[in-house]
């Protein structure tokens, strides 16, 4: 059984941060592109930032220098530092794990950025 399940999302005033959790089990976390994606009301669901095994990451031009994901593969488990919130960041942040054509999705964690 397969399982992403995130953690961290809450309420915070714009300039707050967070710090997202995703802790998986059921597949061989290492060989797995981890990702965060997040949706907005009335909006496409979008990739935030992917980090593939070997450490690599890459974002979205809307979060860069803002956010940091990183992995810790001995504890399956994949982060997301979000700093210097904005309203616009509120969405629900979903984890990701890929692997060729398998991808599987956590339940999400609401993100609300307002004063």
């Known amino acids: 059984q397969v399982q992403l399940v995130e953690s961290g999302g809450g309420l915070v005033q714009p300039g707050g941060s967070l710090r997202l959790s995703c802790a998986a089990s059921g597949i061989l976390f290492s060989r797995y592109v981890m990702g965060w994606y997040r949706q907005a009301p009335g909006k496409q669901r979008e990739l935030v930032a992917g980090i593939p095994g070997g450490g690599s990451t890459n974002y979205a031009d809307s979060v860069k220098g803002r956010f940091t994901i990183s992995r810790d593969n001995a504890k399956n488990t994949v982060y997301l530092q979000m700093n210097s919130l904005k309203p616009e960041d509120t969405a629900v942040y979903y984890c990701?794990?890929?692997?060729?054509?398998?991808?599987?999705w956590g339940q999400g964690t609401q993100v609300t950025v307002s004063s």
């Open positions: 990701n794990a890929g692997f060729q054509f398998l991808h599987y």
